[in-house]
């Protein structure tokens, strides 16, 4: 029946469009009242479970309780958002919704954080019009923004759009005595000229991850020499932060969690006495040590991974399996406390969930003190 002819009644499908249409018109425009606006429509229905607090970045007790006697407390705080695997928006508004989210829990925090750092797979296929949104929503955070590349990201154009919107992919910063590095770790051999692929079929394999026809993910050469010439001047006593898309480790390589001359990165990474590695791409709470290097995964904004069948580390504490009817479930953002001593605590924002933290002294001691809160939820 057409609604034309009938004033006043619509179908279900019209008023989503409708709903849909007017969502994104907000997001062209820029403004923070409106922006708002879109966003508390976004998750406005999440919120019934009654456990976990509109902004759940407040102090966590144990992230305090343990900080030295008498030593400096001058820790910072920054949050991050992640994997956020936008497509155009005709073809799926769910995850713009979930980025939405993410952008206002970060914005909710008080005090704001330093910086907001975003740990890549902003786009899904690559797509001048993805990556264009998702550089259109994360306008609306408040504090600083740092971007790091994922694959998703990259390999359309060979990272053309993205550094128009975002700049260099490899960079570094120093805040409050912590030198912080991102990475570009997503470099793959040329697997795509001999086979003589076009752009898209080039994304498509990559963004398959386990179709058996990429290569490994690598920093590369090129890449480790930028680090060791970035990292050079540096004292082994500096604090350092590195930003990874893949985990810097070689955990499945079946799904390509995996970088192929991680040993080579970490060698580079060895004379510093403390490492934190953050990084994304495995969209779960996952968290390892090697050495003198820390580990943690970002969650992501759209959808979880399962664990790898083989290779987890010792020392990450599973999060549930998620609930399949609930879209946002196993999604999240989170927050990290950086102590003057370079070591972090984590707090992991698992949507729909209470926030685990994964504290700096159940890594610096291998496991043995303050294991994180596991969620009490049941899996499903
Ligand atoms: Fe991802
Ligand atoms: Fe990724």
Redesign the pocket.
């Known amino acids: 029946m057409d609604n034309k002819k009938r004033p006043g009644i619509k179908s279900i499908e019209t008023k989503h469009f409708e709903e849909r249409d007017a969502l994104f018109r907000a997001l062209k425009s820029l403004d923070r009242r409106s922006f708002l606006k879109v966003s508390a429509a976004a998750f406005g229905a999440v919120a019934g479970q009654g456990l976990v607090p509109p902004h759940s970045f407040q102090p966590v007790s144990i992230a305090r309780a343990d900080m030295p006697k008498g030593g400096k407390s001058e820790s910072f705080r920054f949050a991050y958002i992640s994997?956020s695997h936008l497509y155009d928006r005709k073809i799926n508004d769910r995850f713009v919704n979930s980025l939405l989210r993410a952008v206002d829990d970060v914005n909710g925090m008080d005090p704001q954080p330093d910086f907001v750092f975003y740990g890549?797979?902003l786009a899904q296929l690559g797509q001048p019009a993805e990556l264009e949104l998702g550089a259109q929503i994360l306008k609306n955070v408040k504090a600083p923004l740092h971007v790091m590349v994922?694959?998703?990201d990259w390999y359309f154009d060979l990272g053309e759009k993205w550094k128009s919107l975002f700049g260099q992919p490899m960079y570094s910063f120093d805040h409050k005595g912590v030198h912080f590095v991102v990475l570009l770790s997503?470099v793959e051999k040329d697997f795509w000229t001999a086979r003589g692929l076009t752009p898209m079929q080039r994304m498509r394999t990559v963004a398959g991850?386990d179709n058996g026809q990429q290569s490994s993910f690598t920093v590369g050469p090129e890449g480790r020499q930028w680090l060791e010439n970035d990292l050079k001047t540096k004292s082994p006593d500096t604090p350092i932060v590195v930003f990874s898309?893949?985990p810097l480790y070689k955990l499945y390589k079946p799904w390509?969690f995996w970088t192929d001359d991680a040993e080579e990165v970490q060698a580079i990474l060895r004379r510093f006495r403390q490492v934190v590695v953050f990084h994304?791409?495995t969209h779960q709470m996952l968290t390892n040590r090697i050495g003198n290097i820390h580990f943690h995964g970002f969650l992501s904004t759209a959808w979880p991974w399962p664990y790898a069948p083989q290779g987890l580390p010792e020392l990450t504490v599973q999060m549930a399996r998620p609930d399949p009817f609930d879209p946002q479930d196993g999604c999240g953002d989170g927050s990290a406390d950086v102590h003057p001593d370079g070591l972090v605590d984590l707090v992991q924002n698992l949507w729909n969930r209470n926030p685990v933290t994964i504290s700096r002294t159940y890594l610096a001691s291998y496991g043995k003190a303050d294991k994180p809160q596991v969620p009490t939820l049941k899996s499903y």
């Open positions: 994997d890549g797979d994922g694959e998703h997503v991850l898309h893949s390509n994304g791409h």
